[in-house]
T-cell receptor, first 107, second 116 residues
């Protein structure tokens, strides 16, 4: 079993929909990261969080340390949000990645 | 530099050849990480450095893989006697502190290696 599990694996939404991507992990962590991988392959760090909630524009990330669970929400989704979203957890200097969620937002 | 730079961007090599992949981290970043990402999968940790010291190489698949960062800046990941299963995107990331867990990571755009 992977230490970091994401769901869903693939997600298709209509423009404007509210989107949620979930991440569960089974190891102790120092921080959880949400990454966005564009179709061209580049990876951008969206959030790093160790507790509570963070918001950046239309993106919201939450984490529940006790339940070892995090969610990434996208409000008012747009086709340019189409990408692979990767959850990763880090402990000390190691980083473990989920398999990613492929999001497609249709106009 | 402004970001993490990796070269070459693409590398096609024949099975059995050695390849060297280069990562130039953000200037001043202390730690440097190497990851491998197979098509359709999430990244997989290979190894990391604090300054010039290799801290953890437990993720290197076998002894054909090695990495160095001799002056604590640029790093080279070398794969000897390449095999087709080595084909993947090889990514580098750097972090300003000793622990990327606390300081965050900046990723390079990767080197896509294809072994034919």
């Amino acid at each position: 079993k992977n230490e970091v599990e994401q769901s869903p694996q693939n997600l298709t939404a209509q423009e404007g929909e509210f989107i949620t991507i979930n991440c569960s992990y089974s190891v102790g962590i120092s921080a959880l990261h949400w990454l966005q991988q564009h179709p061209g392959g580049g990876i951008v760090s969206l959030f790093m969080l160790s507790s509570g909630k963070k918001k950046h524009g239309r993106l919201i990330a939450t984490i529940n340390i006790q339940e070892k669970h995090s969610s990434l929400h996208i409000t008012a989704s747009h086709p340019r949000d189409s990408a692979v979203y990767i959850c990763a957890v880090s402990a000390s200097n190691d980083m473990r990645f989920g398999a990613g969620t492929r999001l497609t937002v249709k106009p | 530099g402004a970001g993490v730079s990796q070269s070459p961007r693409y590398k096609v090599t024949k099975r059995g050849q050695d390849v060297a992949l280069r990562c130039d981290p953000i200037s001043g970043h202390v730690s440097l990480y190497w990851y491998r990402q197979a098509l359709g999968q999430g990244p997989e940790f290979l190894t990391y450095f604090n300054y010039e010291a290799q801290q953890d190489k437990s993720g290197l698949p076998n002894d054909r893989f090695s990495a160095e960062r001799p002056e604590g800046s640029i790093s080279t990941l070398t794969i000897q006697r390449t095999e087709q299963r080595d084909s993947a995107m090889y990514r580098c990331a750097s972090s300003p502190g000793l622990s990327g867990a606390y300081y965050g990571y900046t990723f390079g755009s990767g080197t896509r290696l294809t072994v034919v």
